[in-house]
């Protein structure tokens, strides 16, 4: 099927006004750009925001744009006659000017381009000495005698393609023997306690603070071949949930943690609680501005500085429990 993609560009005073109307319509959906958001947003982003990539800055001097996408079939015709009418009565009514141009334009999508066009980025990755990180649409004849590690990226982080991931599991792959257990702290898609079954950890834990992302671990560690009873998975958050910071309470060989520094240092307390003595604890998501910042804080609760990893502005540490 075809789709036909709908931006229409306004101000935002009329982005509440515009998105009542087009439900009238029978239209459920929409994605929103807005500048007065965006900007409210980054002047009052919490600790989980640490970066945010260039490509996005755009947003913050963007036109307000609302975009909806209409099946090319007489119900998608008919809706589109309808935004087109609704936006004129608008534009009438509008004597002060405040809903911006009120202008729709308009593209054709095709839904398997829609759908696919995007795996092209997603190719197979050596990483380490050990490893191959593959999408499941992705054949894979030469592995090496590299363990493949499969990842079909969902809503959650983690394909192995950002430096963060890299870096870890680089580090990681340093610190496995065999037979250790491992804590996987906002794991995202698992894809850091799924590398380290692989090479030859014994038992993982995997917490997040997302629900979908506990999911979606638990989905690729079943892809991957590991048992469910030796892959586990959490969604809280740990910081104000006793319930579960308990549930997890062992004592584990490995910990990672990719996140940003904020919830990495107030994590810190957490990381001695779950680490054995002379166990690994290895961090990363860390912008190199702030990676001194996240060093002390860990240091200070008993951990020794082992590595420190870097690659165009992102640093991973390992660390062991003195």
Partial sequence: MEWTEVNIYTATPAIDLLCSKLEDIGIKGFAIRDAEDFNEFLENKNGQWDYIDNDLMGLSQCETCIT?????????????????????????????????????ELSSIREEDWANNWKQYFKPIKIGEKLIIKPSW???????????????????FGTGQHHTTRLCLELLEKSLTGGEQVLDMGCGSGIL???????????????DIEENSAVTASENAEKNNIPKEKYITYFGNILTDEKLANTIDMKYDIITANIVADVLIAMKGHFLRYIKANGTLIVSGIIAERADEVISAIRSVGFEMTEINEKEGWVAVSFIRK
């Fill in 68 to 104: 909806v996408y209409l099946p090319d079939n007489n119900q998608g015709r008919d809706m589109l006659s309808a935004i087109r009418s609704m936006l004129t009565e608008m534009k009438i009514a509008d004597t002060d000017g405040i809903y911006g141009r009120l202008e729709a």
């Fill in 138 to 156: 992705e054949e894979c004849p030469d592995t090496e005698n590299r363990k493949i590690l499969e990842i079909d990226p969902a809503s959650s």
């Fill in 193 to 207: 306690s799924i590398g380290a079954m692989l090479l030859g950890a014994e038992k993982a834990v995997a917490v």
